[in-house]
């Protein structure tokens, strides 16, 4: 199983970036996705995650109104949309897999499979 993120880089705040997540190895329409970020010294963070159909997603507090979760299964792929950046976005960002309840999809450890991460780096 392998699963691949990419689409991280430098922006200013306010501005935009989209996260991909690529997976491969896996039957993925049957996984729920997930989305996580850690900062130095700090735990990895739920940030948001998505049902196996699509139909149900699940966004942190903090980036609710401004990130959005999408997949699209016919290309194995899962997306984070995140606009209106803040300095505080700024983290190594993480994909994941999981295969659980709605209510368990903000727990980390419900995932079984997790991506090499993507930096994010929001400048104020």
């Known amino acids: 199983v392998q699963l691949q993120a990419f689409g991280g880089g430098l922006v200013q705040a306010g501005g935009s970036l989209r996260l991909s997540c690529a997976a491969s190895?896996?039957?993925?329409?049957?996984?729920?996705m997930g989305w996580f970020r850690q900062t130095p010294g700090k735990e990895r963070e739920f940030v948001a995650a998505i049902s196996e159909s699509g139909r149900t997603t699940v966004y942190a507090d903090s980036v609710k109104g401004r990130f959005t979760i999408s997949r699209d299964n016919a290309k194995n792929t899962v997306y984070l949309q995140m606009n209106s950046l803040k300095p505080e976005d700024t983290a190594v960002y993480y994909c994941a897999s999981a295969t659980t309840i709605t209510s368990a999809l903000r727990l980390m450890t419900m995932y079984h499979y997790w991506g090499q991460g993507t930096e994010v780096t929001v400048s104020s």
């Open positions: 190895g896996l039957k993925f329409r049957a996984y729920d």
